[in-house]
């Protein structure tokens, strides 16, 4: 199942964006579904990731008090509200879920538990 993930763009340090994500032919219900990010010469890391059912919502410590992970079950879609956003921001945003299943905790920030993506969209934060 692909996931449709789009809202990137180019902002100002401080500046917001909001990204969306949204599976092709499926619904998130019961799903647990995550946002991870790869900058420029980095290894693609966790950033959010929320229960769809629950909305239990986790975060990196990078992000936590600036990023929002939220889900609207009436678009089937989950978002990532970025706020006050640095420089060390831009990266390629990559939604990714595991659909119709839950991710035990101490598995939910790791890539390999989620077994669909998005095709990622790029946040560029200019200082």
């Known amino acids: 199942v692909q996931l449709q993930a789009s809202g990137g763009g180019l902002v100002q340090a401080g500046g917001s964006l909001s990204l969306s994500c949204a599976p092709s032919?499926?619904?998130?219900?019961?799903?647990?579904v995550g946002w991870f990010r790869q900058a420029p010469g980095k290894e693609r890391e966790f950033v959010a990731a929320?229960?769809?059912?629950?909305?239990?919502?986790y975060y990196a410590d990078s992000v936590k008090g600036r990023f929002t992970i939220s889900g609207d079950s009436a678009k089937n879609t989950v978002y990532l509200q970025m706020n006050s956003l640095k420089p060390e921001d831009t990266a390629v945003y990559y939604c990714?879920?595991?659909?119709?299943?839950?991710?035990?905790?101490?598995?939910?920030?790791?890539?390999?538990?989620?077994?669909?993506w998005g095709q990622g969209t790029l946040v560029t934060v200019s200082s």
């Open positions: 929320i229960r769809y059912n629950g909305g239990t919502t």
């Open positions: 990714a879920a595991k659909l119709a299943r839950s991710i035990i905790l101490s598995q939910i920030r790791a890539q390999g538990s989620y077994d669909s």
């Open positions: 032919g499926r619904t998130f219900s019961s799903s647990t």
